[in-house]
């Protein structure tokens, strides 16, 4: 029961990585939310930026899926595990960029955690 749990909770965090990686391409001003100041959302160099990070975004969101569908619990945890690195990478280029430690922890590094946890509960289930 608790590795079924934590298979959908691991499909719900590769769904919502890829709908965040589309939204980025539908609406580049939602960047802005990521957590470093002065997003120059208008700039073509960096909505170039935006497509690389919505692509990462999208593909990792899709690995994880696949991987919830095979039904394969322990390679889905090691898959979460190492996508976790994804939120640590955002969470410290948030600091470095000097932006917000709420953003930086309470979004990136709150992310790495519950990745980390599910990841967790399916190693050891």
Do not use: C, Q
């Not at 934590?6 to 499909?11: I, N, P």
């Not at 990070?53 to 945890?77: N, Y």
Request: aromatic share 4%; no cysteine.
């Amino acid at each position: 029961m608790l590795t079924t749990v934590a298979e959908v909770l691991a499909a719900l965090v590769g769904l919502s990585a890829a709908l965040m990686g589309a939204n980025s391409f539908r609406a580049p001003r939602a960047a802005a939310g990521f957590g470093i100041p002065g997003t120059p959302v208008d700039d073509p160099t960096f909505r170039a930026w935006l497509s690389v990070k919505a692509v990462r975004d999208i593909a990792s969101g899709l690995i994880i899926l696949i991987a919830a569908a095979a039904a394969e619990p322990h390679l889905l945890g090691w898959l979460m595990l190492a996508a976790a690195g994804i939120p640590v990478g955002d969470t410290l280029i948030v600091v470095r960029g000097g932006g917000p430690k709420a953003i930086a922890y309470g979004v990136h590094a709150a992310t790495a955690a519950v990745m980390a946890a599910v990841s967790a509960l399916l190693l050891l289930g």
